[in-house]
T-cell receptor, first 113, second 114 residues
Framework: GDSVTQMEGPVTLSEEAFLTINCTYT??????LFWYVQYPGEGLQLLLK?????DKGSNKGFEATYRKETTSFHLEKGSVQVSDSAVYFC????????????FGKGTTLSVSS | DVKVTQSSRYLVKRTGEKVFLECVQD?????MFWYRQDPGLGLRLIYF???????EKGDIPEGYSVSREKKERFSLILESASTNQTSMYLC?????????????FGPGTRLTVL
């Protein structure tokens, strides 16, 4: 069945470091891909998304490109800030109308000053 | 802005109690979802609803039921709470195009069953 695999954390970085969080997926059809972020004590919020191959989603300095050939959707940011400390979830839409997202297990990012 | 609200941020119940978790969205979304979030397991789908009075089981429906009497409200029910249902519960909603539309999440309810 469809699935999402993302790198395990925690990821610990210094401020202004480069961030990559790997995400690969297995899916039938043509899912949309999402990155959600969960700040401490809060629910999930959409960070960015891409709905077809070669699309690049971007928001708040984060980017991810939908790579169908490598079934990947890696999250990157050129210079992280302390405020980026959160849990990041990669997700894909199931290939059936009316159904939910499939999430990876989440990657905790901790940024120190 | 879309707003999804959940009735409680924190809840403590005893084993065997009946527990109701309420979720309300204000964007006239057709689709609503209940997930539970556990460390190391990510989010897992419990139930979802694509219309009033319609419901579908997700990946882990055992021990849970749901109710959707009005479009804006989706309730999760633990008929007889057990300690292994201690978790964070997240409600979400989305519009018609579930393949592309963003899911909007509530702040979550952290349930502890003693």
């Amino acid at each position: 069945g469809d699935s999402v695999t993302q790198m395990e954390g925690p990821v610990t970085l210094s401020e202004e470091a480069f961030l990559t969080i790997n995400c690969t997926y297995t899916a039938t059809g043509y899912p949309s891909l999402f990155w959600y972020v969960q700040y401490p004590g809060e629910g999930l919020q959409l960070l960015l998304k891409a709905t077809k191959a070669d699309d690049k989603g971007s928001n708040k300095g984060f980017e991810a490109t939908y790579r169908k050939e490598t079934t990947s959707f890696h999250l990157e940011k050129g210079s992280v800030q302390v405020s980026d400390s959160a849990v990041y979830f990669c997700a894909l839409s199931r290939n059936q109308a009316g159904t939910a997202l499939i999430f990876g297990k989440g990657t905790t990012l901790s940024v120190s000053s | 802005d879309v707003k999804v609200t959940q009735s409680s941020r924190y809840l403590v119940k005893r084993t065997g109690e009946k527990v109701f978790l309420e979720c309300v969205q204000d964007m006239d979304h057709e689709n609503m979802f209940w997930y539970r979030q556990d460390p190391g397991l990510g989010l897992r789908l419990i139930y979802f609803s694509y219309d009033v009075k319609m419901k579908e089981k997700g990946d882990i429906p055992e021990g849970y039921s749901v109710s959707r009497e009005k479009k804006e409200r989706f309730s999760l029910i633990l008929e007889s709470a057990s300690t292994n249902q201690t978790s964070m519960y997240l409600c979400a909603s989305t519009g018609t195009d579930t393949l592309r539309d963003t899911q909007y999440f509530g702040p979550g309810t952290r349930l502890t069953v003693l």
